[in-house]
C-alpha cells in the first residue's frame, strides 16, 4: 500500500526502513534495535497487559465520529485518519504512541476498541502514521500534538539529536537532551469532553503526566477509566514527590494499583503505574 501525495503528514521516505512483526502487525521504525526493544517491552513482557478485560459488545451508547470531535479543537494539519470510520466501539487513548508499537498492543488485545494515538514528535509521528494505515485503519486515529494540561496552546519539549530514540522530555536535563522545539497542546480535557468517555488511557510523556493527572482528579474525571497504565519518570523532577502525589490521586479517586519499576539510571528511574477501578472490571 502506498500514500497519496494528498497525504501531507507523511513525508519522510519510509522505504527500507527497519521492519519488525508484533502479533499479527507488521511495524516500520527508525532503528531495528529501537523496534526490538518497543517489541521486547511491550509484547514479551508485557508492560502494558492490564487487569480489566476487553469490554463485552458496544460499549458506547451510540455513534460519535471521534475525527469530527477532535478537529472541533485542533487544526486538520494535526489530525491523521488513516480510513477511520466512526462507531460506538469503545476508546483507547495512547498519549505517547511514538511509532505505535503499544497501539499495536491495545489494538490486538482490545479487537473491538478504537485508537486515538497521540504523539508530539513530528519524526516519530510520520512513524506512527504509516503504521496506523497499515494495522487497522478503520479504528485509528493519529493526533500530532502533546498531551498536557488546559490553557497551554504549545509545549517546548527536548529531544536527542539521534532520530532513532525519537524520544522527547518536557526536562531539558533528562539525558542532556540539546534539541529544543515547540509543538502544539491539546488538552486531555478538552479531548475527553468531545470524544465522550474512555475506557483505557495510557500515559507515556516524558514528564507532563504529574500534570495531566493532577487535572483529572481535580475535576473529578479520574475515576471515569477503567484503566489508567502511567510510565512514571521518577525523581526527574528532581524532588521524588511527584510519585507520592500521583498515588494519593488514584487511592482517592478509588483506584486499585499496582507498581513495576525498572533499576535507576543516571538518577532516574522509570515506574509503570497500573491504576484500575475494580468495580467496573467484568
Known sequence: MTFRSSDP???PVLADRPTIRVGSHLLVGPDEGKLAWL???IFHNQVYNCAVPPPRGQA???VVDLRRAILSILPADLVFDPGYRPSSAPVIIDAGANVGTATSWFLQRYPEAQVIAVEPNPEAFAFLAHNLKM???TRTLAVNAALCGRGAHTVRLYSSASEA??????WEH???WTRAFEVPAV???DLLERTGPAF????DIEGSEEEVLEELAREGKLGSFRAVLTEWHHYVDLSGESLARALLAFRRAGARYSLRATPPVDGFQDIMIEAFWPDMSE
Do not use: V
Not at 530514540?165 to 518536557?170: A, E, F
Not at 483505557?200 to 500515559?203: G, I, P, Q, R, T
Open 9 to 11: 503528514i507523511i513525508e
Open 165 to 170: 530514540s525519537l524520544r522527547t522530555s518536557i
Open 187 to 189: 488538552s486531555l480535557l
Open 174 to 176: 533528562r539525558n542532556s
Open 135 to 137: 494495522m487497522a485503519p
Open 39 to 41: 517489541a521486547s517491552e
Open 60 to 62: 458506547r451508547s451510540e
Open 200 to 203: 483505557l488511557l495510557k500515559l
